[in-house]
């Protein structure tokens, strides 16, 4: 999994408590464009979505400066090879319908601003990335790579990907990315070079228990995650807000 930061200035969803999510998709545009050179399409992708297509061609797919005169065509051509053409056939089939998604991310913030009142909620869009980052967290936008998550056993992954990758590029991870690259952009981890790896872990396993806790689910588990569960259980004054801040505590 990765994460790209790139600002963002769109506005914030209107619905104050995120209970009416919905990822925005920007990938149809771009796949409209791929597939049938749709000059309309890339239009609007520039004008309606500016940012996300400053993202996705300067800093995902790095062809180069998005105002360069010769960016349309390296864009397309780039799509033109054979096998980038069926993953986007591909991805478009698999996620006509992404109302579980939608579903998902609304019932995880307002969990999530139940318990961080003050966490601001994100505007989600669905983009393809031939292969790139998986997750894109900006100045409040969250950008999520449809081709990353594909299944395990899609056949294009099998020739870059190990068996133990492919496990988390399925549907069922969007939404538990989406949160924890989301957290941590909230939440980084503080002075990272000198802290030991086990620090580390625990920082990581704070954000993925609350993700968990969030989604409804254990979808992330380890040794760290389950310290951090134990401590939550053992110390119930202790607010969710207040142990992701505190890097201090002793799990």
């Not at 319908?97 to 909620?121: G, T, Y």
């Not at 968990?212 to 569960?229: L, P």
């Amino acid at each position: 999994m990765c994460v790209a930061c790139e600002f963002k200035l769109r506005p914030n969803v209107s619905d104050d408590d995120g209970a009416h999510l919905k990822v925005q998709r920007y990938d149809r545009l771009e796949s409209r464009y791929i597939t049938t050179g749709d000059f309309s399409a890339l239009q609007e992708m520039s004008t309606e979505y500016p940012i996300e297509t400053r993202t996705l061609i300067e800093k995902m797919l790095q062809l180069g400066k998005v105002d360069d005169s010769s960016m349309n065509t390296k864009f397309l051509r780039l799509f033109q090879d054979s096998t980038l053409q069926a993953l986007v056939s591909d991805v478009e089939a698999e996620y006509a319908n992404m109302d579980d998604i939608n579903e998902q991310l609304s019932h995880a913030f307002k969990n999530l601003r139940e318990w961080i009142p003050s966490i601001p909620v994100p505007k989600f869009y669905a983009q393809i990335g031939a292969l790139d980052q998986s997750i894109i967290v900006g100045d409040n936008s969250i950008g999520i790579s449809l081709d990353k998550y594909m299944g395990k056993d899609y056949p294009l992954y099998k020739k870059y990907y190990s068996d133990v990758d492919v496990m988390t590029m399925t549907r069922n991870y969007i939404v538990p990315d989406c949160i924890t690259f989301y957290l941590l952009s909230l939440y980084p981890i503080e002075n990272y070079e000198s802290l030991t790896q086990q620090e580390r872990d625990l920082h990581m396993a704070k954000v993925m228990w609350v993700t968990n806790k969030a989604i409804g689910k254990n979808v992330f588990e380890n040794k760290y995650i389950k310290q951090v569960d134990n401590f939550m259980k053992s110390n119930a004054k202790e607010s969710i807000a207040s142990m992701l801040m505190n890097n201090d505590i002793k799990f």
